[in-house]
């Protein structure tokens, strides 16, 4: 097999679907599907996110869990919705550390910069940035992967943009309102919450999810900034940052190398020569991002699965072959520990 050297990602604002986040939005959903009398923790649990795991400050989750949760919650709740009530039921310290350093930046602007700065630690699903335009202070949220779920996709937007207006009302003023909001998604059959939320014009079916400030709101001061808080909470991102993007860069090539090698799999021994480092090494470095190098390997396997039982063409024996599964038996008991139904099931219901 050719040793395939992957290409790194930007460590910067990129965002994978192989990468960790924490769980802030999966809190906040339990939260809000306990009004619709819909309790998700069975759920949680069926991920590995048992009530234990999920107090936990250290817990990270990947995408697969939380797209998993996501949209079995909108299934559950039946609101189509419910990325704007579960972004507008939102507080600024569910964005951890950097939701302190807003509160304390010098302007909205300044809060805006500093959220997409460090937005790998504050549990986002979806690529940030922001930048001035001639509409005003242009800030835009991009899918991680365009394949997603459309439930998924519609649920992390409406969400992504649902929790910046309620964060910027709760700190910087009650009276806020976009210029516009922007979803690349198709108009839904009631538009009504959009406009109630956002008070401005909601447009679907856009190029692009985007939403846009004011300019005289981005110059507005924080009403709790504070330099020498804003300064030391920021030394603390900086710090947490470097050790998150040496981690989410290993995890990153890793999974790609897999997915690349795929229906074979690089041993372990072959990885950590591909690493210039030692199997122990290698072995540490997995145990501090929470995973093993077995785990990474199923969950490859499993997001292959998924993907070609969304096309109608391959058979189970060509998705066993193509997932790196020795049969077809191997294909279902891992389908059964995946997600509790037979490949055919699962087929129906994707």
């Known amino acids: 097999m050719p040793d395939k ?14 990468a ?7 809190r906040y959903l339990a939260l809000v599907s306990d009004a619709y009398d819909v309790h998700l923790q069975p759920l949680l649990t069926d991920v590995g996110l048992d009530e234990a795991v999920m107090r936990s400050a250290a817990l990270r989750v990947s995408y697969r869990q939380g797209s998993v949760v996501i949209r079995r919650a909108v299934e559950l709740t039946g609101d189509a919705h419910l990325g704007l009530r579960v972004g507008a039921a939102q507080h600024l310290t569910a964005w951890g550390l950097p939701g302190f350093a807003l509160m304390a930046a010098d302007t909205l602007r300044d809060a805006i910069d500093t959220g997409v700065r460090f937005q790998n630690l504050s549990g986002a699903m979806v690529v940030w940035s922001a930048r001035p335009e001639d509409a005003g202070y242009v800030l835009r949220a991009e899918l991680p992967d ?12 409406e969400e992504a943009f649902a929790s910046v207006v309620a964060l910027t009302r709760l700190s910087a003023g009650a009276e806020f309102a976009p210029l516009s ?5 198709r108009p839904p059959h009631d538009t009504g919450p959009f406009t109630e939320l956002f008070r401005c014009p909601v447009r679907f079916g856009a190029a692009e999810n985007r939403l846009v400030f004011p300019m005289a709101w981005a110059a507005r001061p924080m009403p709790g900034r504070d330099p020498v808080t804003y300064a030391a909470v920021m030394g603390l991102l ?24 795929l229906p074979d799999v690089p041993s372990f021994a072959d990885q950590a020569r591909r690493h210039a480092t030692s199997e122990r090494t290698l072995r540490r470095r997995l145990a501090e991002c929470g995973t093993t190098y077995e785990a990474l390997v199923d969950g490859v396997r499993r997001e292959r699965v ?20 020795s049969d077809v038996r191997a294909l279902r008991r891992a389908v059964r520990r995946w997600h509790g139904v037979t490949p055919g099931r699962l087929r129906a219901g994707i």
């Open 306 to 325: 998924e993907q070609l039982l969304r096309r109608p063409g391959p058979t189970l024996r060509d998705v066993a072959r193509q997932a790196g599964f």
């Open 181 to 185: 909001v922007g979803f690349a998604f």
């Open 5 to 18: 050297h992957p290409r790194m990602p930007s460590p910067g604002t990129s965002r994978s679907t192989s």
């Open 20 to 26: 960790t986040i924490q769980p802030n939005i999966l």
């Open 238 to 261: 900086e710090e947490q940052m470097t050790s998150r993007r040496d981690q989410q860069e290993l995890l990153e090539v890793l999974e790609i190398s897999i997915a690349q090698s």
């Open 146 to 157: 365009p394949a997603l779920d459309p439930s998924v996709a519609v649920f992390l937007a």
